[in-house]
């Protein structure tokens, strides 16, 4: 930590987040002559799917779409009129454009940016079930970041569970690379196949997408690593050691159980809104993928003038479409500082929009058959929902019934969300449960009022943020 | 908590080495680790305990937005572990419950 007062420094745009989204974001203004301040809280480019996708030891095992990401990070890497701060965690944003940043050392800079493109991705959805918070249960998501970012990977015999693309792409990444998978226990719900079938034309559009995960799966079927649909009813159970030793689960009317000492989760991803609700912007629930979603124009625009969201920040639609909507936020950033004109800004954008909708057709189709059924969203009474200060369902549910009303009050009743991850963790369940309970819409029940600062600070660095401040 | 055969290290990893010292002992691992990975690299799974129920929690996520990882590093609290690169001679501890309201944060 260091002392005395934050560095003010000032630019035409500040990139937050340097993903996919962020990447094209940045190199297309300072193509367009803005100076761009890019900032990501990683030590490298490349967001979640291309993490250290140009240091990563094991780059050419991870197949063609990370391969992808290498030359977006390099043409980012190379790019002039970007200064690039790596390390680098935003701490605050304010409607006008000034942004608390800590670097790694705990130095503070306040950066005055006119316009600010948030491009801060996606997390993977809670996924409350008994058993979920003990040592050993992570994300599956944590598995592939530790094959990217350090050559890290699971022992033979770890199970994976729950539903979405992801789970099949670590499960298969991990056979690639040499890990057997004691089981895959997949939870999509039966009945989303009829409801995904619905949407077979824009399946159809996204034909090399859905061809992508069949192989994945065909891969891991024919390595023989056991596969079970449907599961229900999922717990895990710890053994002497106090660590995870079991996954329990239903299927086909019986009780079954595997034995595992790494139980590896996931059930989809939904968008990081931690910036956009601290600002207060409007939100919508998106009843397709059960997530929140900042509300957006045609170029990401927010109701705050001169803030844009780009990227799986602004809604879930993958790398591909990530990155032409980083385009597109970057042009109408151009456009309002002046450097283009509408009718410049309109022409370049007819590319990326194309490109837009054709990565976007495909995503009802999978909306439809990834989307977590109720028992994986809102659970039972004894599980635990707020990790940080262990809150149960019952207890948020005993609040409802007591008269609370949202997710506020519930906070400030139990303390569910106060803890340092800020409702990350338990946000959307404690929406949901809050919903199922009063039986009514999750829109209408609304999320926690998140406040800044965004992550922990320490009193010294708030100190320097202020002495600016005055 | 240590199991040492819950992850192993593929041998394509870099080979330059740092040391940390977790709980006073020397553990060592690869430069651009994070603590969490180098923590569970080396079979140790467990990073802090809830200032709750004073239950033990691994690293959840990885990636900074659950938690469950945070630890003292190098003497200060309520450090996210994932995303805290190593360093050679670094000071990592096990947060236990109370140590996460720690006078030093807000
Ligand atoms: C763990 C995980 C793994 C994934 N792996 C894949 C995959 O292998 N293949 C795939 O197709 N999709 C994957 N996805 C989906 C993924 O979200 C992609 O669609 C894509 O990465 C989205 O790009 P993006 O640019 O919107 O955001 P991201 O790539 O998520 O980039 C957002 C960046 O913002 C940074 N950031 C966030 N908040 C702050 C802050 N306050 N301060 C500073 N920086 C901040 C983050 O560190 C991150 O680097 C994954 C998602 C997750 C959560
Ligand atoms: S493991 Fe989740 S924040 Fe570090």
Redesign the interface.
Known sequence: ?TDGMARVETCDLAVIGTGPAGMAAAVAAAELGLSVVAVD???VPGG?IYRNVL?S??AARLGPDYGHGAALAAAFDAAEGISRRY?T?VWTLSADGEIGLRG?RGDIVLLRAKAVILATGA??RPMPFPGW?L?????A??AQ??LK???????DGVVLTGSGPLLYLVAAQLLD??VRPGAIVETTPGANYRAAARHWRGAAHGAATLLKGLKLIARLRVARVPMVSGATGLSAEAGA???VARLKYHCGGRERSVAC??LLVHQGVVP?VQISRSLDLPHDWDAAQRCWRPRLGEWGDTALPGIFVAGDGGGIGGALAAEEQGRLAALAAACRLGRIDEQERNRRADAPRRALAHHLAVRPFLDALYRPGDDAVVPADEVVVC????VTAGEIRRCVVDGCVGPNQVKSFIRSGM???QG??CGLTVSEIIAAARGMPVADVGYYRLRQPL?????GE?AQLEEVAQ | ?E?D??????P???DQTVTLSVEGRPVAT?A???VA??L??AGI??TRT?P??G??????????????C?MEIDG?P?RQA??T?VRDGMTVALQHGAA?VSE???
């Open positions: 930590m809280e990683q030590s979640q240091a030891p094991v390390g965690t790694e997390l993977e918070t040592p050993g249960v992570m994300t998501g944590s970041i530790l970012s350090a050559a890290v990977v699971p022992a690379i040499g050691d106090g660590a000492s790494l990081n990790r940080c200060e262990e803890g340092p991850c990350r963790m992550k922990p600070i320490t009193l708030l | 908590m199991n055969s819950r992850f192993r290290r593929l394509q990893a870099s690869r651009g680790d994070s990975a180098a569970l690299a799974i467990t809830t709750v129920s239950a033990p929690r691994s690293p959840f996520c990885l990636m900074g937005v659950c938690f469950d945070l200060v309520n994932c995303m690169p996460a030093e944060t807000k």
